[in-house]
């Protein structure tokens, strides 16, 4: 069973930044798309970013586009989300994400592993 555990967030003032991490264990990291979502107060879980297995492909939600960088490091099997000139609604709780197989893109609905999540909050 896939474990997955996020860390690297925290706070800071708009326009710094952030690198959160995911650690896979417990399947072949190799074989699973890889992405990241968040959960604002009072809103419903979005889309931010995805990775293919072997970072040929990513795919960023338009508000983060140029902003945001996702890598991945299937030699120790880590996803990792660089986050630069940060906005106050960035603000949310971060969630590791994973979907096995190679299709790509990838539908929401099959991401199916999450991490516990980590906060993210921005000040103005």
């Known amino acids: 069973q896939m474990h997955l555990e996020e860390s690297g967030g925290g706070l800071v003032q708009t326009g710094g930044s952030l690198r959160l991490s995911c650690a896979a264990s417990?399947?072949?990291?190799?074989?699973?798309?890889m992405g990241w979502f968040r959960q604002a107060p009072g809103k419903e879980r979005e889309f931010v970013s995805a990775?293919?297995?072997?970072?040929?492909?990513?795919v960023y939600e338009d508000s983060v586009k140029g902003r945001f960088t996702i890598s991945r490091d299937n030699a120790v099997n880590t996803v990792t989300l660089q986050m630069d000139n940060l906005k106050p609604e960035d603000t949310a709780v971060y969630y590791c994400?994973?979907?096995?197989?190679?299709?790509?893109?990838?539908?929401?609905?099959?991401?199916?592993?999450w991490g516990q999540g980590t906060q993210v909050t921005v000040s103005s």
């Open positions: 994400s994973a979907a096995l197989g190679s299709t790509w893109p990838r539908p929401e609905s099959s991401f199916t592993s």
């Open positions: 417990g399947v072949t990291f190799s074989r699973y798309v």
């Open positions: 990775i293919n297995w072997n970072g040929g492909n990513v």
